[in-house]
């Protein structure tokens, strides 16, 4: 685990850590060719630049963000705000659905909006092939 990432996942706490710890194992094992790293104070996995997914504490809950995550079809993720991003709030370690967060995992390579290049086109996302 990267130190950063580390230190991240040393200040959660019971079921918060528990989530974590469920949700990098998962993530580590279907993004192999994706850098990781804490980006503005959470986990997040990038390919070439482009944010795919990370997570997040939040009040009430673990969230887990898939940036290009409206475009993957996947009942299992609610719409977060306003671009392409979609989550899963997770409350328990047992609420996790490997094989469906393995699907979304999947989709996060095949199916991307280009976020790393949002600033320069002005808000504008366009999708990458």
């Known amino acids: 685990m990267q130190e950063d990432i580390a230190k991240y996942h040393a200040a959660l706490e019971g079921e918060d850590l ?13 993004l192999k060719e994706t ?9 997040v996995w990038f390919m ?9 504490r939040l009040k009430s809950c673990m969230r887990l963000l898939f940036w290009s995550g409206q475009s993957f079809e996947e009942d299992c993720l609610s719409p977060e ?8 709030r997770f409350t328990s370690a047992d609420d996790i659905d490997e094989a469906a967060l393995r699907r979304c995992l999947q989709k996060s390579m095949e199916i991307q909006w280009d976020y790393k290049n949002i600033v320069k086109r002005k808000g504008r996302l366009e999708r990458l092939k």
Do not use: C, M, T
């Open 18 to 30: 528990r989530i974590a710890e469920q949700l990098y194992q998962l993530i580590e094992s279907e």
């Open 81 to 88: 705000g306003k671009f392409k991003a979609a989550e899963i």
């Open 48 to 56: 070439d630049g482009n944010p795919l997914a990370g997570y997040s």
């Open 35 to 43: 850098e990781a790293k804490v980006w503005h104070a959470h986990p």
